[in-house]
């Protein structure tokens, strides 16, 4: 997306992937076997390309293919999560006349269906159906919507990274929560000064 950049925001790019390099959720999933990590590079390669796909004056073809490569792996690993991430590039055309182009919306889309078409073909197979399969996955863990902030400052200090169940974790540690919450601030005032 930055190929162009030139001056102080040619750095962004560079300065992102270290950032998320250096999150503790990357370097904990990294080399697990949960997507977390591969989910969030496939679309932020998704969402870059789409960006390319709509800004670059003349569409070429290698955007577009990123755009459904991108779109149909992430809605392989995760295609609720995909379809969340999809939703404001879907939108955006119609908040920006320039970005009013088919090309890349059907690549979006496109890939989108090849991830929730393998998803509900499962559904009915392993589980009788869509809306089977979902509530399989809600009875596996809390679902709903549910406050989770709480459960995760009591998971901050362990002994397991979610409090499922709540046995698990003692209850919310004062210290560790602060500090959790300091701790942008601080990198803040680092980078500032």
Not at 68 to 93: E, H, K, M, N, Y
Not at 135 to 154: I, N, T, W
Request: glycine letters at 10%; aromatic letters at 12%; proline letters at 8%.
């Amino acid at each position: 997306v930055f190929a162009g950049a030139r001056g102080r925001h040619a750095f962004v790019p560079a300065l992102a992937a270290g950032f998320l390099a250096s999150l503790w959720v990357t370097v904990l999933y990294g080399p697990m076997a949960y997507p977390n990590l591969w989910l969030t590079l496939v679309l932020v390669a998704g969402a870059g390309y789409y960006v390319r796909a709509m800004t670059e004056p003349a569409i070429a073809w290698r955007p577009l293919v990123g755009v459904f490569i991108a779109f149909t792996a992430a809605s392989l690993l995760r295609p609720t999560d995909a379809l969340a991430a999809a939703g404001p590039l879907l939108v955006a055309p119609v908040l920006f006349r320039q970005w009013r182009r088919l090309r890349p919306l059907v690549a979006l889309a496109a890939g989108l269906a090849v991830g929730w078409s393998a998803w509900i073909i499962e559904a009915y197979v392993r589980f009788q159906g869509p809306l089977q399969r979902l509530q399989a996955g809600a009875r596996g863990s809390k679902g709903g919507l549910v406050f989770m902030l709480p459960g995760y400052f009591d998971a901050l200090d362990g002994p397991a990274l979610q409090c499922n169940p709540p046995k698990l974790c003692a209850g919310v540690e004062p210290l560790a929560t602060i500090w959790w919450i300091l701790l942008p601030v601080f990198v803040a005032i680092g980078l500032i000064g």
